[in-house]
């Protein structure tokens, strides 16, 4: 069964910065693109970004354009969310999830780490 | 930015009872529409693709249909475990957004 553990969820102040991680077992890492949806306390789903099984593509929201930075190590099988610039509404609880093959079929998903900014 | 809305934002109703619910794109996404299931401190959970395609291992209760800009998600005879929220997605293009969802709960 494949499972997705992220980490690096914490309370942070604004301006501040995090890395968020997610490690993957049971597929062939590199085979799939991954992406991070976020849930804001009372909210919904939000896609945050979206990264190819290369690594060569990239996309993201405009909420977090020029502020975060999605990446991969497909040698480790973890994806990486790095948080710069954060702001209050940044809040939520962050998920990694897999793309079943197009990139926005995500049909696998982790259990979430909660991100806190706040003074 | 493709909007995604949802209809109604919550339904109250009865395990056995027939449910639908509707999600409406503001432009066609063909047939790019997902289904998730959501409960509270859980992973979300992959329902449908592509519109009507059930995804491995979800009860055939669950089916999808429509194309272009108006789809819909329905449970033939609620089970308990079913009382979640819903959610919709285009997968037709970034940012792939999402509906506000839909909140089932126990009548």
């Known amino acids: 069964e494949v499972q997705l553990v992220e980490s690096g969820g914490d309370l942070a102040q604004p301006g501040g910065s995090l890395r968020l991680s997610c490690v993957v077992s049971?597929?062939?890492?590199?085979?799939?693109?991954m992406s991070w949806v976020r849930q804001a306390p009372g909210k919904g789903l939000e896609w945050v970004s979206t990264?190819?099984?290369?690594?060569?593509?990239?996309y993201y929201a405009d909420s977090v354009k020029g502020r975060f930075t999605i990446s991969r190590d497909n040698s480790k099988n973890t994806l990486y969310l790095q948080m710069n610039s954060l702001r209050a509404e940044d809040t939520a609880v962050y998920y990694c999830?897999?793309?079943?093959?197009?990139?926005?079929?995500?049909?696998?998903w982790g259990q979430g780490t909660l991100v806190t900014v706040s003074s | 930015d493709i909007q995604m809305t949802q209809s109604p934002s919550s339904l109250s109703a009865s395990a056995g009872d027939r449910v639908t619910i509707t999600c409406r794109a503001s432009?066609?996404?063909?047939?790019?529409l997902n289904w998730y299931q959501h409960k509270p401190g859980k992973a979300p959970k992959f329902l449908i693709y592509?519109?009507?395609s059930l995804q491995s291992g979800v009860p055939s209760r669950f089916s999808g249909s429509g194309s272009g800009t108006e789809f819909t998600l329905t449970i033939s005879s609620l089970q308990p475990e079913d009382f979640a929220t819903y959610y919709c997605?285009?997968?037709?293009?970034?940012?792939?957004?999402f509906g506000q969802g839909t909140k089932l709960e126990i009548k």
């Open positions: 049971e597929i062939t890492f590199s085979n799939y693109a």
């Open positions: 999830a897999k793309a079943r093959g197009r990139f926005g079929d995500l049909d696998y």
């Open positions: 997605q285009q997968s037709y293009s970034t940012p792939y957004t």
């Open positions: 592509a519109a009507s």
């Open positions: 990264i190819s099984g290369s690594g060569s593509s990239t």
């Open positions: 432009q066609s996404i063909s047939g790019y």
